[in-house]
Structure formats: C-alpha cells, structure tokens
C-alpha cells in the first residue's frame, strides 16, 4: 500500500524531500553567518530551484572539506621557517625608516600582511615583468634547464599539449638527471593524460593533485580550487603570476584569440616565503612531512634592491589577505589607481572603496576584456558598471583579444601582480598567490604596461551604456544574483 501510494504521488514525494533538505541546508547557512548577500543567493536558489538547487548548495556551498585544509597550517610553526621568517621581518625601527624614506602610508599594506599573513617584507629582490606566455616560457624552460638540486611547480592549470608537453617532458630529462622535481597540480584546473603521469612518475618526478575530484570536467566551479601558479627552482628563482601551462595562453600562430597575460620572474630573499607556500601546500597534497631543511633556502646574495611582499590567501588564512592587500592600497592612494582584471565581480567592500577615491579626484581606470570566455561572468561584470560609472571611472574594454592579467598599480609606488581576480572566488574561496611590490620603477613599468594596453581597448561611454536593451539588462540581473556564488 505504501508503494503504491508512493508510485502514484512521486512527484509530491520528491519535492518534500527536496524542500526538506533545503531547509537543512538554509539552517547551516544562517548558523554559518557568512556574507549576507552570498546566504541569500543560496536561499533563492534552493528555494526556487528545485533539486538543481540542492545540487548548486552540495557543488559550492558545503565546507565539509575547510577543516582538512586547515591541517595544512601546522608546517608554519617549524623551526626552521619560524627562524626564516623571523630573520627576514623587518623591526618597528626599519619600518619606520622605509616609511619616512620611501612607502609613506603604504608601510600600512606592508604592516596588515606581516601581522595577518606573516609575510616579512623582503628589501633586497630582483623583479622581471614578462609579458604573454611565449615570454614567460622561454625564461622559465632556460631555468629550467639551469636548475641543479631542485624544481617546484604548483599551478592550476597543466596541459600535456605542445607547450605543457615541453614542459613536463624537461621535468622528466631533469628528474632522471637526479634533480628533485615535484608537481602539484589543481585537479579540476588540469588535464593531463594517463599516458603522460605514468611517464612523470617513471621518470621519478613525484607528482600530485590537489583534492581530486571524481568528475573534474563537470565541476569547473567547485569549492575551494588551488589557483595559484608558481615555481620555485633551487631556492633562488621564483615565478608567479596569470599565466597557466597551455598552448591557449602562448600565442602560436594558429591560436584563435589573442592572449594578454602579464606573469612575474623573482629572484631574492622573496623565494624564501614563495618556497614555504609551495611547501606548506605540498605537505598537504602529498599526504607525507617532507621535512623543511635550510637547503630549500640557500643564502644567495641579491643586489637589487626591490622590495617585495608575497601574499597568500585561501580558505585556510584567517583574514582574506590579498583582498584586504587591494582594499588598503585603493584607500590610500594620492594620485591614481589602475587596475587590470579578466573578471570583475567585487564585493561590496572595493566597489565602495573605488567610488570613494574616485570622487575624491583620484584618476581610477579599469581595464577588462571586451569578450569574456564566461558567459555568467561576463554579465555579472556588467551589472557593476553602472555604480562605477556613477563615480566617474573610466572603464577600457581590450579588443584585440582575451586580457587575463590580473595587476594593480598606484601612485607609481605600490604594485601587485599575481593570480588573484577581483571577484568573490578570488577573494574568499580560492587558494590565491601575489606578489606585493613597493617600488618606483618596477611600478612605473607597470604603469606604461597599463597605458600601452589601453592603446588596444576603448573607453566605454556611460551615456551609450545607459541605452543598452532590456534584455541585457535582465541578463545582468539575472547573473549578479549568481555573482556570489561565481
């Protein structure tokens, strides 16, 4: 009789079912007590979107992973980087010599990450701005080449096509030539053929994935992804920045679009903390103790003197540093403030901060592209124009292809490049790296960087945006109610 019943109201059955799991899910939400406006979307969408509801809520909203991460903390505290870190921090006395001689009020950016992030500033680094893939790659494969006792890459995303090929095969020669290699790589990011990890793991090259996932292909947006792109080699030369290991960021001749990225060369006492994040995340990926030993961190004199802060974020930090980085650095600058990202979709907190400084005459120019590779975030992007536009900032679409660079620069003193875009993942989901950058020139190049890039971009025209149909604008609401969960 029960079956019957059941058999006959199915329908009835399941959505009770689903609105009863629903309302669970809305509990843990509000007992959670994060971003207002992030609980709200969940809300809206368990609520009028049965079962696909449920299936955003389990793909995007679940923590049930955050304690696991969190384990990845407990390498901080041995001796070996406390001593490290502790010898690189600057004294209250040094600080305040850089603050009268050269940052002014941006000693606060380098005070918030020494206390939040425990990133000492380094003063003495060698800083290389490499523009585009085809760039990028010719330094690092000569590095490569070059390196003696070991090679760390950590990168979202890695394809064994040509490009990642060349890549993975040279760790492979350098693996068998008794270089330790070891590979991490995010597991919904990548894709790398079976062929290709049997031949990594014969070669000796140990190699992992961050928090694999049954069905990568079908979890492109999924919770906590480790974005971060960086490479450490023999202790002494480091990289980060947008560009991934892909043909599509290179641009062969045969690539169907344009592809502007801006990535970083390091060289200097800033290794040292990009060597403990790659370390700290690889102890977790790798499920061992490798063992922090001083020669991860020989001691090779730099003299340029570029000082640099690298900034990490993620699901494990207390505060969302970089994102605090970005807000600090808007609300303190005098003169300008130019921002490159492929995807705009803030928070709450830098919207209110570019619009303050805006009206109060600081020149605030942002540069996106004119075709996003995202539909969703393409139109959420566009439903932030308007209040930007409200306080007369200059937005540049950039039409000669797809711009994926994700930089800041102000008052030709403070810059940062690295993998974090302006938008909710980035900020508060994401394992993210940066690289802080309190120097004149290196920011004046960035700042030419910038400007040059506008010669390929026009300037959007608010009265024209203000035209544009309803139909897009029922796009744009439709996918800023999504901005939350992107």
């Keep these: 009789m029960i079956l019957s019943f059941l058999q006959d109201n199915i329908w009835y059955v399941l959505i009770i079912i689903n609105y009863l799991l629903a309302i669970s899910a809305v509990i843990a939400l509000l007992f959670r007590n994060v971003n207002p406006t992030k609980t709200l979307s969940y809300i809206i969408v368990l609520v009028f979107f049965p079962f696909l509801g449920l299936l955003v809520y389990y793909l995007f909203g679940q923590e049930y992973r955050k304690n696991k991460i969190f384990n990845r903390k407990n390498i901080l505290n041995q001796k070996v980087v406390k001593q490290l870190n502790d010898s690189l921090e600057q004294s209250k006395s040094e600080l305040d010599a850089l603050e009268h001689s050269l940052l002014e009020d941006k000693i606060k950016l ?6 939040s992030d425990k990133a000492p500033l380094t003063k003495r680094n060698t800083v290389d701005i490499l523009l585009n893939g085809e760039n ?40 068998k030539s008794g270089v330790k290699v070891r590979l991490s790589i995010d597991d919904v990011g990548s894709s790398i053929t079976r062929k290709m990890k049997s031949k990594l793991r014969d070669s000796g090259v140990e190699f992992y994935s961050f928090m694999p996932v049954l069905f990568p292909q079908f979890t492109g947006r999924m919770n906590y992804r480790n974005h971060r792109k960086i490479v450490v080699i023999d202790g002494v030369i480091g990289y980060l920045g947008g560009i991934n290991i892909s043909d599509a960021y290179v641009n062969y001749a045969n690539n169907d679009t344009y592809w502007r990225d801006t990535h970083l060369r390091l060289e200097g006492e800033s290794i040292v903390t990009l060597q403990v994040q ?40 207390d505060w969302a540093n970089i994102m ?20 705009f979709i803030p928070n709450q907190q830098i919207i209110t901060a570019l619009q303050v400084a805006s009206r109060s005459g600081i020149d605030v120019r942002l540069l996106i592209p004119d075709q996003s590779d995202s539909f969703t975030a393409k139109y959420a992007t566009n439903s932030y124009l308007g209040s930007l536009f409200d306080a007369d900032i200059k937005v540049y679409r950039y039409e000669k292809g797809f711009i994926h660079a994700k930089t800041i620069v102000v008052d030709d003193i403070f810059c940062t490049i690295g993998t974090t875009n302006m938008d909710y993942r980035s900020f508060n989901i994401n394992f993210e790296i940066n690289a802080v950058i309190y120097n004149e020139k290196v920011s004046k190049d960035l700042k030419a960087i910038f400007l040059n890039d506008l010669e390929s971009a026009r300037l959007m025209n608010p009265k024209e945006w203000s035209k544009r149909s309803k139909t897009e604008k029922i796009k744009e609401s439709i996918c800023k109610l999504w901005a939350p969960l992107l």
């Design 324 to 343: 605090e980085v970005i807000f600090s650095a808007i609300t303190t600058a005098d003169k300008y403030i130019y921002l490159t990202t492929p995807y």
């Design 136 to 175: 990028k790659f010719k330094r690092l494969i000569d590095d490569l080449k070059a390196a003696e006792y070991h090679i760390h890459i950590e990168y979202y995303i890695v394809r064994d096509d040509k490009i990642g090929s060349k890549i993975l095969n040279l760790l492979c020669d350098k693996a």
């Design 110 to 115: 380098v005070k918030l990450l020494q206390k």
């Design 278 to 317: 790659f370390l700290i995340n690889w102890n977790f990926v790798s499920g061992s103790d490798l063992k922090i030993s001083e020669s991860f961190f020989p001691n090779k004199p730099c003299k340029s003197n570029v000082a640099v802060q690298i900034a990490a974020s993620g699901p494990d930090t």
